[in-house]
């Protein structure tokens, strides 16, 4: 029986090893092959909430798998994100072409990622959907780690420190 301090809840760092597979087994993401744990902040949206609720409770080295679908996941692609805009909305120095990815801001200052699915001259069609929409995930996760988030963590929304990509 776990000590209820050490269990991933509210409040908590979280790290985790996962891998995340297709519905037919490919692997989509991991961070198990000479990675270093993801952590995140239990309850601040850092992770999928179905996920996150999966591992509530668990404590380190517990072992969870979890199918989400789509709804649970990035949702439905949504046929108004599938758009054309106009070359100029691109770098001059770069020529589009179908199957790359963008990344950048949209009119109201959100990050936004964009994959040009067909170029027409000066017409690019894009695709502004989540890259895993309409997908069935497939979860392997081992918590490695549970601790009590900092007040600085907490007022941040994520964690800081070891494990952590975040700089100040």
């Not at 439905?76 to 199957?99: M, S």
């Not at 549970?146 to 994520?158: I, Q, Y």
Request: glycine share 10%; with cysteine; net charge neutral.
């Amino acid at each position: 029986m776990s000590h209820p301090q050490t269990v991933a809840a509210p409040g908590k760092v979280v790290g985790i090893y996962f891998t995340l597979k297709d519905k037919s087994g490919r692997v989509l993401d991991t961070n198990r092959r000479g990675g270093k744990p993801m952590p995140f902040l239990f309850g601040a949206n850092n992770i999928l909430p179905a996920l996150e609720k999966a591992l509530e409770g668990k404590a380190k080295n517990d072992f969870v798998q979890v199918v989400l679908a789509p709804e649970q996941a990035y949702g439905a692609k949504k046929p108004e994100l599938i758009r054309t805009i106009e070359r100029k909305a691109f770098p001059p120095d770069v020529q589009p072409k179908p199957g790359m990815r963008f990344s950048g801001k949209d009119p109201q200052g959100r990050m936004r990622t964009m994959l040009v699915l067909a170029v027409d001259g000066d017409a690019i069609q894009v695709d502004e959907n989540h890259p895993l929409a309409d997908q069935e995930l497939h979860f392997e996760v081992t918590v490695c780690g549970v601790r009590d988030a900092t007040a600085e963590e907490t007022a941040h929304g994520h964690p800081h420190g070891p494990g952590s990509a975040h700089q100040h």
